[in-house]
């Protein structure tokens, strides 16, 4: 399969992704459209390399990923995904859905805070502003 094959199809998957967005991402995207958030402009479901995706700004270069409960089995993948888009200069960002429902303006916070700050090349996805390791566990720090 070629690049262009490979492209082609990913734009078409990504379009796919739009039109079926969880609800969580749904959620997120109305507090991250039409420039809604320090004014940045975020895109969703967007291909990036082989990859597509949950929301990006490219003026910052900020990956926002929304993990569900499939992400506990797709860690490896997540994890190699995470490192390439990092490489490329992004900074990753990722949330559990309960995250996302809960604590909106937390989650909000913690994307516009990273807007300040350039991302670093190796360092890891920042998961819901408290932790870097790369799944958080679900249950709350006692610290």
Request: glycine residues 6%.
């Given at each position: 399969?070629?690049?262009?094959?490979?492209?082609?199809?990913?734009?078409?998957?990504?379009?796919?992704?739009?039109?079926?967005?969880?609800?969580?991402?749904?959620?997120?995207?109305?507090?991250?459209?039409?420039?809604?958030?320090?004014?940045?402009?975020?895109?969703?479901?967007?291909?990036?390399?082989?990859?597509?995706?949950?929301?990006?700004?490219?003026?910052?270069?900020?990956?926002?990923?929304?993990?569900?409960?499939?992400?506990?089995?797709k860690r490896d993948k997540d994890?190699?995904?995470?490192?390439?888009?990092?490489?490329?200069?992004?900074?990753?960002?990722?949330?559990?859905?309960?995250?996302?429902?809960?604590?909106?303006?937390?989650?909000?916070?913690?994307i516009r805070e990273s807007s300040?700050?350039?991302?670093?090349?190796?360092?890891?996805?920042?998961?819901?502003?408290?932790?870097?390791?790369?799944?958080?566990?679900?249950?709350?720090?006692?610290?």
């Amino acid at each position: 399969m070629g690049v262009l094959n490979l492209s082609k199809n990913l734009i078409k998957a990504a379009r796919s992704l739009r039109k079926e967005s969880t609800d969580i991402e749904r959620f997120l995207w109305k507090h991250l459209r039409r420039r809604q958030l320090n004014g940045l402009k975020f895109r969703r479901q967007q291909p990036i390399g082989k990859y597509s995706v949950d929301f990006v700004c490219f003026e910052k270069q900020i990956v926002v990923e929304v993990n569900g409960g499939q992400h506990q089995e797709k860690r490896d993948k997540d994890i190699e995904r995470d490192r390439w888009l990092q490489n490329q200069g992004f900074k990753v960002l990722r949330f559990w859905d309960n995250e996302v429902l809960k604590n909106i303006k937390g989650v909000l916070e913690v994307i516009r805070e990273s807007s300040f700050v350039p991302p670093s090349p190796l360092s890891p996805p920042i998961q819901g502003g408290e932790t870097k390791n790369v799944f958080p566990s679900r249950e709350k720090s006692t610290h």
